[in-house]
């Protein structure tokens, strides 16, 4: 074993020690300052790591907020490089997919094996996740949960005024509703034009129109023949379709703002992860009667997912390593699990929760992981940075979104630059 991984070793055993230590010692006496990056700052992600903040505090441990303003977290990933370049990592990065393995492979975050030992975490977590969260067969990083990306919320109010008596379950549904919504003189589209949501909607469309099959070969495996198959200009046609109901002010626009139009009535759909739900509650809105949750047309029996992570970056200060352990403790606690997951809008990742205090979209995310888990048609998103490295996903969100953005830009060219990338990728 290297000095560096006995040294973490080491740092983890004295953490087993310090959060089965008996808390009869004062709340000053363990209180150590944990700074954690992090780009929730939506009205619902906020109120979601505000129960953090005041879990941590309970234990008097001091919480130093990093959130650095971006939805998708592009930003707060730029940010987490600069920092850890500079020789000073915070103590936790929210990150997810193959970001994780990425940071692990540069030996700066620490080995949580000790407390996955005695939390059980082999046991609570379904092995998917184990599997992101694990380098070389060791914990790096804590889950926090379970976001399911292929959704379509519907404010249900546009769409009684508008003669639609259901959520479309397939794109030909949808492109007919929205017909009709749009005749009826409403929006039928909420979207929010980022790259990231351009990318994210075209990964919703791909599932529901290629399938899951299509969607594997194209994006979990870049199969230069899916990239350029007729399948993916069926793709990309859908795709451009639906720019005919967005309004033109989306460029730019925030997710939450997008969610905001559906909850006041400004649009009737949007394509977006649960953590729209979020949003939602904030403003009070009940799901099955205010709006609908479903799964994004075409994609009932498949499931695209986000696990967001907390890691934990190595540190040399005691009291900061003490405050980082208890983070690490909370994170996958039943408390935490159910209070963060309530407002976030994701499910608990510790499988052991109830969901019994959660409302029916939950519920039915739960139902649809466990099945599509079993069918094998649960499939990472590729859009919310599940599956491709850095540099491949940069390259094809671009294209993506190029295409969405420019109406002149053909599918040939997009299908080209795909390939492109595809025959670039390492072997
Ligand atoms: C995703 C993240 C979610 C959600 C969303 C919008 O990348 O996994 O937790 O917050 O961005 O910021």
Redesign the pocket.
């Known amino acids: 074993m290297s000095r560096l991984s006995r040294a973490v070793r080491s740092a983890a055993w004295r953490w087993a020690f310090l959060w089965t230590a008996p808390f009869g010692m004062t709340a000053t006496a363990l209180g150590g300052e944990v700074e954690v990056l992090h780009?929730?700052t939506?009205p619902g992600?906020a109120r979601s790591i505000a129960q953090l903040k005041d879990l941590i505090a309970v234990r008097g441990h001091t919480w130093k907020d990093f959130a650095v303003v971006g939805?998708?977290?592009q930003n707060a990933q730029a940010v987490l490089k600069q920092r850890v370049a500079a020789g000073r990592p915070p103590a936790s990065a929210a990150i997810?997919g193959p970001a994780i393995q990425e940071w692990a492979a540069t030996r700066v975050l620490t080995n949580l094996d000790a407390m996955a030992t005695f939390e059980h975490w082999d046991e609570v977590l379904p092995p998917v996740v184990q599997e992101i969260v694990k380098f070389q067969g060791h914990y790096v990083a804590v889950p926090v949960n379970i976001?399911r990306v292929n959704w379509l919320w519907t404010n249900l109010d546009l769409l009684r005024k508008s003669g639609v008596d259901k959520t479309p379950s397939s794109f030909d549904e949808f492109v007919a509703a929205a017909d009709k919504i749009k005749a009826a003189g409403y929006l039928p589209l909420a979207h929010g034009g980022q790259p990231w949501q351009d990318f994210l909607l075209f990964e919703s469309v791909a599932l529901g129109v290629g399938g899951v099959d299509f969607y594997k070969r194209a994006f979990l495996g870049l199969d230069t023949a899916t990239l350029t198959s007729a399948e993916m200009r069926k793709v990309l046609a859908s795709f451009r379709r639906l720019k005919s109901y967005t309004d033109d002010k989306s460029r730019g626009r925030e997710?939450n703002a997008a969610t905001n139009m559906v909850i006041r009535g400004g649009a009737a759909f949007q394509f977006m992860?649960d953590?729209a739900k979020g949003e939602f509650a904030e403003a009070g809105r009940q799901a099955g009667t205010d709006f609908a949750c479903s799964p994004a047309p075409g994609t009932a029996g498949a499931y695209s997912f986000?696990v967001?992570t907390f890691a934990m970056f190595q540190l040399r200060n005691w009291e900061a390593q003490k405050a980082q352990g208890y983070l690490a403790y909370v994170l996958l606690g039943q408390k935490f699990q159910e209070q963060f997951n309530l407002s976030k809008g994701s499910i608990p990742v510790n499988m052991t929760v109830s969901l019994d205090k959660f409302d029916d979209c939950a519920k039915s995310s739960r139902r649809d992981f466990d099945a599509t888990a079993k069918a094998r048609s649960l499939v990472p998103s590729v859009a919310?940075?599940m599956v491709l490295s850095n540099a491949n996903h940069d390259a094809l969100r671009a294209v993506v979104s190029d295409f969405w953005v420019n109406d002149a830009m053909l599918a040939t060219d997009a299908i080209e630059r795909m390939a492109r990338i595809a025959g670039n990728r390492p072997k």
Do not use: A, C, L, Q
């Open positions: 780009f929730w939506s992600e939805g998708g977290g997810k976001h997710w992860g953590w986000v967001d919310v940075d």
